[in-house]
């Protein structure tokens, strides 16, 4: 068979030019039809759950679909956190699992079994697992069947109003990386994060309304689309704070607040400028170890009516990492018993340096390690925000010599 790479340019432009008018429930045959063409079989495709913690199927025909995968053991988890294909020999036959990526964010996995795998094989599985991700991405706009496959439990009205508004959970690029990550992950309800990269300039906003209802997810909603319009006004870091501040103020009235964090980081040199409003410090994780909180002037949380705030700075080292994260990581307690506390945040922040993955792989660690600490409770939104700097240039890429 012509595996060459002339082949896979033809089987992948069939590929896209039927599946611009696909409907979504089609997407699945068209994915397992296309991998026959390359003597693939018993193709699963595999998304990753709300919770952070399976690799569930999706349903469709023509498609494997079994039991879901545990992210932490097992040969598709490993290709997620690592965003590499990993093969595991069969007898007379090879499984391969190919990580989904949709630009540098990761959608799931795709199974499938090959009798032998040789470069060509390699190269037009790769590319055609991007072109995959991007469908599955594309689709899953007009469909709610992505959704309900990942959802395992139910979720409450609130915690769906904030999925529906995050960014994309991940994003990794050779000069930064960051990764998010909301608990409890089916009800969350004030927690709320944002970021965009606006040519060198990396920005980043970490809220949390006060409550935990439908009416914190409200404020969230607004203090994010508040941030998102201000932001994209080009205005300074004072001047989202403001911005911000009046649209709670006027929505919600004197009683009502958002604490949040507001970062530009200069993704070409490391220079770092953010404003606190009442929000948790960020911690500052220098090879591999917390160095210390980034301690700056603070402001009043957004809907108060604080005075135009201070903006801090800071030049990051290559390799830095700042975490943000929200106060129900360290105000958990048991009736009677001490907060969880920054301090015990720390040392498991000091134990995430044996996570070897990258950015998401860690973040997602370390949310499930401090759930684990805090005896299994999360009963306020647990948010973790992970960025990290490695500095550099991207000027190559656009090159295709």
């Known amino acids: 068979m012509d595996r060459s790479e002339g082949f896979g ?38 998304l990753q759950d709300y ?73 037009l599985l790769r590319r055609l697992s991007g072109l995959v991700a991007d469908l599955l991405v594309t689709k899953n706009a007009y469909t709610d069947q992505f959704f309900q496959a990942r959802r395992r439990e139910p979720m409450s009205l609130a915690a769906e109003m904030q999925w529906s508004l995050l960014p994309p959970l991940a994003m990794s690029v050779p000069q930064v990386g960051v990764a998010g990550i909301l608990e409890p992950a089916y009800n969350v309800a004030g927690d ?29 909603t607004v203090a994010v689309g508040a941030y ?28 009502h607040f958002v604490t949040a964090q507001m970062m530009q980081l200069n993704v070409a040199t490391g220079h770092l400028d953010w404003v606190n409003a009442g929000h948790p410090p960020p911690l500052l994780i220098r090879n591999r170890k917390v160095v210390r909180a980034l301690e700056g002037p603070t402001t009043l949380p957004v809907g108060f009516g604080g005075d135009q705030p201070r903006v801090s700075e800071h030049r990051l080292q290559r390799g830095d990492q700042l975490l943000c994260y929200t106060d129900g990581v360290i105000e958990e307690h048991e009736d009677g018993a001490e907060l969880f506390g920054e301090e015990q945040l720390i040392r498991c922040v000091n134990l995430m340096g044996q996570i070897e993955e990258g950015v998401r792989a860690e973040v997602r660690w370390l949310s499930h390690t401090l759930k684990e600490e805090r005896g299994g409770r999360t009963s306020d939104d647990a948010t973790l925000f992970l960025i990290e700097w490695r500095g550099g240039a991207t000027d190559h890429l656009a090159a295709l010599d």
């Open 9 to 46: 340019e033809r089987l992948l432009g069939l590929l896209l030019d039927r599946a611009q008018q696909m409907p979504p429930q089609l997407i699945a045959p068209l994915i397992a039809e296309e991998v026959a063409r390359i003597g693939g079989r018993e193709v699963s495709i595999l």
């Open 51 to 123: 919770g952070q913690e399976l690799l569930v199927p999706l349903p469709g025909s023509e498609l494997r679909v079994g039991e879901p995968q545990p992210i932490a053991d097992s040969p598709a988890g490993r290709a997620f956190l690592r965003t590499e294909v990993i093969e595991v020999p069969q007898a007379d036959a090879v499984r391969m699992h190919l990580p989904l990526l949709d630009g540098s964010d990761e959608v799931g996995v795709m199974v499938l079994t090959l009798d032998s795998v040789d470069d060509d094989d390699r190269r």
């Open 192 to 220: 709320s994060f944002d970021y965009a990269l606006n040519d060198n300039i990396l920005h980043v906003a970490v809220v949390d309304a006060m409550g935990h209802d439908l009416e914190a997810a409200t404020m969230a």
């Open 228 to 255: 998102r319009h201000a932001r994209r006004a080009d205005i300074s870091l004072a001047e989202k704070y403001a911005f911000m501040d009046q649209a709670i103020a006027r929505q919600f009235g004197p009683e």
